[in-house]
Every structure is written in C-alpha cells, then in structure tokens.
C-alpha cells in the first residue's frame, strides 16, 4: 500500500523551531520528485518547499531563509526544519510525492499525499 505519514507538528511560540516528518511505505523517494504544502481552512494548498532531481531545490518566497527541506533516501523519509515560525506559518502541513523527478511546485501535480500535521505558531 502506497502510504506517507506525517509527523513532528505541535504548538510552538513565534521564533521557534519544529522538525516536521514524512515516512513513504509503498514506494521509495528516489524516484519520486517530493514536497511539502500547507493549508488553512477553507484557503489552498500553498506550496512550501520541493527536490526534484538531484540537489534541485525549491522554496515558498514566504519561508527562503527559515525553512529547509531534506531527503533521506536510505530511511525513505523526507523532512522540513522550520526555524523563526512565525503565526503565519500555522497551518496543516502535507508531504507530496510525484513519479519522476522535475522539480514541481503546484500541488496539481503531486499525485500521492499524507493526511498532514497540523503547526500552529502562537504570538
């Protein structure tokens, strides 16, 4: 069964750090282009931050230089380090994973998704 599991949300206060977590069963990430997105009630998955092939990265304007996502491919796990989190980062976080590795940021494109974790950034 295709899967991936989020974990590592919680409530953390502005300036803080929260390591979130993806685990894939079913399939391995290396040949897979992954992603995290996040929502808000009744708003849009936004995008946040992607890998595409090789060390082909890409983040949300609104999180460059806070957040950093990582891949784990003998663990099959991805991961996004967010530092200074802001409110405005609260939401619920997803990971996303597309067979073939071009870089894609628009959540259209991801055809496998977890069931997300929620952040939330308190002031």
């Not at 995290?36 to 092939?53: D, S």
Request: with cysteine.
């Amino acid at each position: 069964e295709v899967q991936l599991v989020e974990s590592g949300g919680g409530l953390v206060q502005a300036g803080g750090s929260l390591r979130l977590s993806c685990a894939a069963s079913g399939f391995t990430f290396d040949d897979y282009a992954i992603g995290w997105f996040r929502q808000l009630p009744g708003k849009e998955r936004e995008f946040v931050a992607a890998i595409g092939y090789g060390i082909n990265i890409a983040y949300a304007d609104t999180v460059k230089g806070r957040f950093a996502i990582s891949r784990d491919i003998t663990e099959n796990t991805l991961a996004l380090h967010m530092n200074n989190l802001k409110p405005e980062d609260t939401a619920v976080y997803f990971c996303a994973a597309a067979e073939g590795l071009a870089l894609r940021t628009i959540a259209a494109h991801y055809d496998r998704w977890g069931r997300g974790t929620q952040v939330t950034v308190s002031s």
